[in-house]
């Protein structure tokens, strides 16, 4: 799917608006931790690192996607800034990158593509051994138990003009019988008011719910966890929210690359460990929202 929007992508979003909105509720979370060092996890385009580079931060980003990570070099070319940009999937971050950073993002949804309880420990344990003791993992996922529980298939449209070009997008979730989402996008295209040529593609999603993912951070020995409801710091609203934000921190003194990437798998229920760890979701007041 992403190999296919590379291209496009960059047009999808509004980056500038995007980035002045979100900016200011990121640096809050980096500076908390003292932070220079960041791994932005799944980068896309880039856009985030780069700018996070202009502020002077040091910064590598990772994507699965070679095309996503060929557009983020071109795209930290244009902008005359130094980042070092890897193709690289989830669970093999630390090998491909080393580990010592303060900080780790993983943003726009990124982890719902793992789509086993194992393969989101093995991520979260992978991510554990990029960051020193005390480093920042801060995640962003959509809100999904307010997209199951309302069954929110479509999402806003969006649209881009170029000159004579012209790009609808639209994207919508089929909501699968193993409780896996389809998520589907649609991009129209014209040149003037020449006809619309159509491109769909598609992946799958897994819906992680808030007391899963808290679960499955505890296990990968995070703690400290805070809760928000966008990237402006809205708090988290289990209802209507859009977005899932979650900061937390790697804990010290436990070898989280030792740790069991199965252990996930093992318990009756990620949800039943949540709610069992009240110490694990401290921090800020907005937490338990």
Known sequence: MYDDLAADYDRFVDWEGRLNVELP????????VGARRVLDAACGTGMHAIALARRGYEVVGTDLSTPMIERARENAVAAGVAVRFE?????????????????????????????TPSDLAATLADFAVCLRPGGLLLVQNRNFDAVLAKRERWMDPQAQRDGDSEWLFLRFYDFEADGTLGLHM?????????????????????????????????????????????LQGAPFDADQSPNLVVTALREWGRAIHECDHDS??????????????????????????
Do not use: Y
Not at 25 to 32: D, K
Not at 195 to 221: D, I, K, N, Y
């Open 25 to 32: 509720f990121l640096e809050r979370q980096l500076q908390a």
């Open 87 to 115: 193709a690289a999937g989830f669970g093999e971050l630390a090998a491909r990158v080393g580990g010592g950073f303060d900080a780790l993002l993983c943003l726009g949804n990124s982890l719902p593509h793992l789509l």
């Open 186 to 230: 649609w991009t129209l295209k014209r040149e003037g008011i020449g006809p619309w040529r159509q491109h769909v593609t598609s992946t799958r999603l897994r819906p992680w719910l808030r007391e899963e993912l808290l679960a499955a951070l505890m296990q990968a020995g995070f703690g400290q966890a805070s809760m928000w409801g966008d």
């Open 264 to 289: 996930a798998t093992k318990s009756p229920s990620f949800a039943a460990e949540a709610a069992e760890s009240a110490e694990f979701i401290r921090g800020s007041p907005r937490s338990l929202r």
